[in-house]
């Protein structure tokens, strides 16, 4: 079962190759008694819905704080009534940035530092998975990936973006200087290494 708000970055021709392998229910993820309802149905919880786009989020902060923020309560509300595993999809940007040339690397243990209201709202988000693991025995486990790329990615993600501008004669987007680096996993490779933490 797939719970999708549908906004203007969601498209149904992405689940066509698996349409009938997968329910999708078009809902909001705030919604506690329709979240409610499918957690009671479900085995366990991926937790993938989020407002990403930093840029959005820098002009327009409140779609990411109630996505992010009270979406997630409703899903721990959710899993913690039914008992149901939940696994939270995050982000690595809640660890802050790395300056150009450090040699230092993020791990599970570097304290958090987001620096924008998308990062922030993953964060407080993963501090409500963290308290409700602790507060209510809920079964959780959180993934913090880098930047994710795949077929079907609406147009204003970064690598898009680039194959858009390069293919209508735009000179690509850089930020700053251009020597900023990214860390990128493919959606296979993400959704795969979610399936072995739920499986492991």
């Not at 819905?49 to 409140?62: F, K, M, Y």
């Not at 693991?133 to 690598?159: D, L, M, W």
Request: proline letters at 4%; aromatic letters at 8%.
């Amino acid at each position: 079962t797939v719970l999708d708000a549908m906004t203007y970055a969601g498209s149904r021709e992405s689940l066509a190759a698996v349409q009938d392998d997968v329910r999708l229910v078009q809902g909001d993820i705030t919604d506690a008694e329709l979240v409610g309802k499918l957690v009671a149905e479900s085995d366990a919880v991926v937790h993938f819905a989020a407002e990403t786009h930093v840029d959005n989020a820098l002009a327009d902060p409140a779609p990411f704080l109630r996505a992010n923020v009270i979406g997630t309560f409703a899903v721990l509300e959710a899993v913690r009534a039914h008992g149901v595993r939940l696994h939270h999809v995050s982000t690595d940007e809640v660890y802050g940035d790395l300056e150009l040339d450090s040699t230092r690397r993020f791990t599970a243990s570097t304290p958090y530092n987001p620096s924008s209201p998308y990062s922030s709202t993953k964060a407080a988000a993963d501090m409500l998975v963290r308290a409700w693991v602790r507060s209510y025995g809920v079964r959780a486990t959180i993934s913090n990936c880098s930047n994710n790329y795949g077929p079907y990615q609406h147009v204003e993600k970064f690598i898009p973006r680039q194959i858009t501008n390069v293919l209508r004669g735009e000179r690509p987007k850089l930020y700053g200087t251009g020597e900023n680096v990214r860390d990128w996993i493919h959606a296979d490779d993400h959704s795969s290494a979610v399936l072995a933490v739920l499986e492991r």
